[in-house]
């Protein structure tokens, strides 16, 4: 069909309206149809719009940029930068709070919020499409400061060499992804690309020690 391996296909909620209780109106409700137009989401009660490509579960993009600068012969500072651009995730989370056990904002007060994210939740995940966001970030994965003693200090130890390194790691995340953790993968799940429960990368400080005799 043309479509990346592992794509993301699901029903999408296009347009719907809320009655004065902020329940969707199930009749108003029209879903994309693949080919730039909409159709009626139901026909009676059973869900007849189709599902439609969202994008791909596996990053289209991917790589690193890493640097290490040395300053005044003995000191040196490292900075590794990497990302993934391009891929999709479910944010089952999401799903979870708002379509399952109905405890999320959105379920409290809808009249705020947009109504075709409304009816979407309102179905539990039979209009997926709500759930599958862009899942694209950079990480500023590793800094790191990196100081070799001198030659005479080492051998004071019985080193021919020794230097000292401080590093950061998992620093700062830079993304548009709402959920807990854009890197997560939910095990055993028939999702490719799912989150769930995961704990965020932590940010992890080292104080190393190298010697070499």
Same mark, same amino acid.
């Not at 690193?64 to 040395?70: E, I, M, P």
């Not at 990302?83 to 709070?97: E, S, V």
């Not at 007060?109 to 075709?116: A, D, I, M, Q, R």
């Given at each position: 069909?043309?479509?990346?391996?592992?794509?993301w296909f699901h029903?999408?909620?296009?347009?719907?309206? !809320?009655?004065?209780?902020?329940?969707?109106?199930?009749?108003?409700?029209? *879903?994309?149809?693949?080919v730039?137009g909409?159709?009626?989401?139901?026909?009676?009660?059973?869900?007849? #719009? @189709?599902?439609?490509p969202?994008?791909?579960t596996?990053?289209?993009?991917?790589?690193?940029?890493s640097s290490t !600068?040395t300053? =005044?012969?003995?000191?040196?500072?490292?900075?590794l930068?990497?990302?993934?651009?391009g891929?999709?995730?479910?944010d089952?989370? !999401?799903r979870?709070?708002c379509s399952l056990?109905? +405890? *999320?904002r959105e379920?409290?007060?809808?009249?705020e919020?947009?109504?075709?994210?409304? #009816?979407?939740?309102?179905?539990?995940? %039979?209009?997926?499409? #709500?759930?599958?966001k862009g899942?694209?970030?950079?990480?500023?994965?590793?800094?790191s400061v990196?100081?070799?003693?001198?030659?005479?200090?080492?051998?004071?130890?019985g #080193? %021919?060499?020794a230097?000292?390194?401080?590093?950061?790691?998992? !620093?700062?995340? =830079?993304?548009?992804?709402?959920?807990m953790?854009?890197?997560?993968? =939910?095990?055993? %799940?028939?999702?490719?690309?799912?989150?769930?429960?995961? +704990? @965020?990368?932590?940010r992890?400080?080292?104080?190393t020690?190298?010697l070499?005799?």
């Amino acid at each position: 069909m043309g479509y990346p391996l592992g794509s993301w296909f699901h029903v999408k909620v296009a347009d719907a309206q !809320l009655d004065a209780d902020g329940k969707p109106i199930r009749t108003s409700m029209m *879903c994309e149809d693949g080919v730039g137009g909409t159709v009626p989401c139901f026909t009676g009660s059973v869900i007849t #719009a @189709p599902r439609v490509p969202l994008g791909r579960t596996i990053p289209k993009w991917e790589g690193a940029f890493s640097s290490t !600068l040395t300053l =005044f012969k003995n000191w040196s500072v490292y900075g590794l930068v990497d990302f993934k651009l391009g891929g999709k995730k479910w944010d089952h989370n !999401l799903r979870i709070r708002c379509s399952l056990y109905y +405890i *999320c904002r959105e379920n409290q007060y809808p009249l705020e919020y947009s109504p075709v994210d409304i #009816a979407a939740y309102a179905n539990s995940a %039979s209009f997926g499409a #709500a759930y599958i966001k862009g899942a694209s970030f950079a990480k500023l994965r590793e800094v790191s400061v990196s100081y070799a003693l001198p030659d005479d200090l080492a051998a004071k130890i019985g #080193a %021919s060499r020794a230097s000292v390194s401080f590093a950061g790691r998992n !620093l700062m995340t =830079f993304t548009g992804y709402k959920g807990m953790e854009v890197e997560a993968m =939910f095990s055993g %799940s028939s999702y490719v690309m799912q989150e769930q429960n995961q +704990i @965020p990368q932590l940010r992890q400080f080292t104080f190393t020690t190298n010697l070499t005799f």
